[in-house]
């Protein structure tokens, strides 16, 4: 039966690489599956969802005829990052969140541990809190015979600063010289100063797949490795869980709440919200590293077993409800 929603959702808008875009095409394609409709006509719509920001003279007519407005938050600017640039970076979204949002969707515990932190608190019936989802048609386990020997890693992103990649490279140096382990690395590398760490023999960086390819690659991989400071919900990492691999990295920002099920393959960076590059022990990580080669075998078995944690259905269906809801 086809649902017609009275709501704009500026999917055009998000069309580009990265979390936000990787997102609109998901519930894009839900849409698709469940036979759902949402309004073409902003001027029109009695709602509005997207995500991070929108124009805030389109919000101010909205608000003027009593439309309602849902903004979800995917990570937001910070000092330890952005230097005291922060708060000019984050003006539009912090005002949309205080002064426009009926309601708030933070795609992670820690997200919203992110802006209670920087910007205010928020009633509890003024948010809602959801997982990502991967399409589930494109990443998946395969059914087949198992390797129970972890020698080839990955990681995939668009790798733009140091903590993406250093941290990793830096541990299979060390690695390399007692272990024959294999890295891949899948998507654009666009900061200078990282393109002479490519440059090692166990490496190969493929700089651009599509969705379809990244995850037949992860496929034939054995585990994946991950590292980012404060990410609020990596598509990375739920895209590698649902392809049914082990993954190792640090415990920063969403990490172990993702992976609360493998804590074990993550390494302990200390308790505030947002941390420093810093805090990233690479030494650490060749202990993580060691590890899940030693206990592969049992570590692979529970990545297989939780691999269908991050369905898109679970999470589509969800904002499905915030939908019809919001005018109620």
């Known amino acids: 039966m086809k649902r017609d929603l009275d709501i704009y959702i500026p999917f055009d808008h998000f069309s580009k690489i990265g979390g936000p875009a990787t997102f609109m095409q998901n519930l894009k394609n839900y849409f698709k599956e469940e036979n759902i409709s949402c309004s073409f006509n902003l001027e029109q719509a009695s709602a509005i969802f997207f995500p991070i920001q929108f124009s805030l003279t389109a919000l101010d007519k909205i608000k003027k005829r009593g439309g309602k407005i849902i903004q979800r938050l995917d990570g937001i600017y910070y000092p330890e990052k952005h230097g005291e640039q922060y708060r000019d970076l984050n003006k539009d979204i912090e005002r949309i969140y205080l002064d426009y949002a009926d309601h708030v969707v933070f795609q992670s515990e820690y997200s919203k541990q992110q802006c209670f932190s920087l910007f205010k608190k928020l009633a509890a019936d003024d948010y809602t809190i959801i997982l990502n989802g991967v399409n589930s048609n494109v ?7 198992h390797n129970e020997i972890c020698k080839r890693f990955i990681t995939t992103g668009h790798f733009r600063n140091r903590d993406m990649l250093e941290p990793i490279i830096f541990a299979f140096d060390q690695l390399t010289q007692q272990n024959d382990l294999k890295l891949t ?11 002479p760490l490519l440059n090692r023999p166990y490496l190969q960086h493929i700089a651009e797949l599509n969705l379809a390819e990244i995850a037949e690659s992860l496929r034939e991989h054995d585990a994946f490795i991950y590292s980012h400071l404060n990410p609020p919900c990596p598509n990375s990492v739920i ?11 640090f415990a920063s920002g969403a990490m172990g709440e993702l992976l609360s099920f493998s804590l074990d393959l993550l390494v302990n960076v200390n308790k505030e919200i947002f941390h420093s590059y810093q805090n990233f022990d690479f030494h650490a990580l060749v202990e993580k590293i060691r590890y899940l080669i030693k206990e592969y075998p049992k570590c692979h078995r529970r990545a297989l077993e939780y691999s ?4 898109f259905k ?4 969800k904002y499905l409800q915030i939908f019809e809801n919001i005018n109620k």
């Open 308 to 311: 269908s944690s991050y369905d």
């Open 185 to 195: 690395i899948v998507g654009p590398v666009t900061n200078e100063h990282l393109q």
């Open 139 to 145: 990443f998946y386990q395969e059914e087949k015979q």
């Open 239 to 249: 895209e590698a869980v649902a392809c049914g691999l082990p993954v190792v990295g």
């Open 314 to 317: 679970i999470c589509g269906k």
